[in-house]
């Protein structure tokens, strides 16, 4: 019996090419089962105890159990060795140095350095022994908040919820020297509010008109730590009374800043920096 065989009129070569292909289709289609659909990235919303005051609303402590931790970065600038964001505010710090201004512009979002953590763009030196620190302060955008904060602040680590003391001169004008008497503990300090009638600014010569400090220092000599001031550029001076804080060797010594608003940066700028490995330097 005759057999009869059917020959594709396709050259032989053309089949790797076609089962190629048929593979190739059957991996995307399995691939594409296979993978999760995709969700856009969401920003976190902000909680309610981070929102600023207002109004309406009164900024509270956060939660007890509540921390981030701090992003460490290697990258000295200046006087200072390295940089941290302190507790990982929603958008990212950073910072320049601009060394013929002698300026250290510092961008930062952040709730704020205060209650029992912080969120602030640091930029430090390890250090022991006693300190005197001092900056000129300002802020570029006049329209920030008003509790906003450029600090001089002498740390025990990086952590969030750090033992520190603080210096600050707030958007509106307010002074403080501050401390966080132990690690997760409520910050606590005296807060000075200045003013002067007869002054550029008031309704009347008898209106009250507010006086930011051009210049800020803190000294630590020993357990002490003192506040310096300039108001208008007199030579710095003591301001109020010491506090007391016992902080182990070696600690962290720095300019910072926090915009006070959780998911937003503002800016502020330092000049004029003055680190010194000893007390009575502040100048």
Known sequence: MARHFLFSAKPASTYPITMKLAIRRALLTLVLLNVPHMVPAQTPEVPAWAQPGSATHVQVAPPADFHRPSKNFDAPIGLFEGQSD??????????????????????????????????????????????????????????????????????????????????????????????????????KGLE????????????????????VARRIGIEKHGDSFALFVSLEGEPMHQFGPPINLHIDEPFYVGIGFCSHLPDKSDTAVLSNVVLENSAGKVR
């Open 192 to 211: 000075f509010r200045i003013g002067g009638r007869g002054r550029p600014g008031g309704a009347s010569p008898d209106s009250l008109v507010g006086v």
């Open 86 to 187: 302190i507790g990982s505010a929603m958008v990212p710090g950073s910072a320049s140095y601009d060394a013929s201004a002698k300026q250290y512009t510092i961008n930062s979002a952040g709730y704020n350095v205060w209650y029992t953590r912080d969120e602030f763009r640091y930029l430090w030196k390890k250090m022991s022994g006693d300190v005197s620190l001092a900056a000129n302060i300002m802020y570029p955008d006049p329209n920030g908040f008003g509790d906003r904060k450029a600090v001089l602040v002498i740390r025990q680590d990086l952590d969030d919820d750090s033992k520190e003391a603080i210096t600050a001169v707030h958007g509106l004008g307010m002074i403080h020297l501050a401390q966080r008497p132990a690690k997760g503990a409520r910050v």
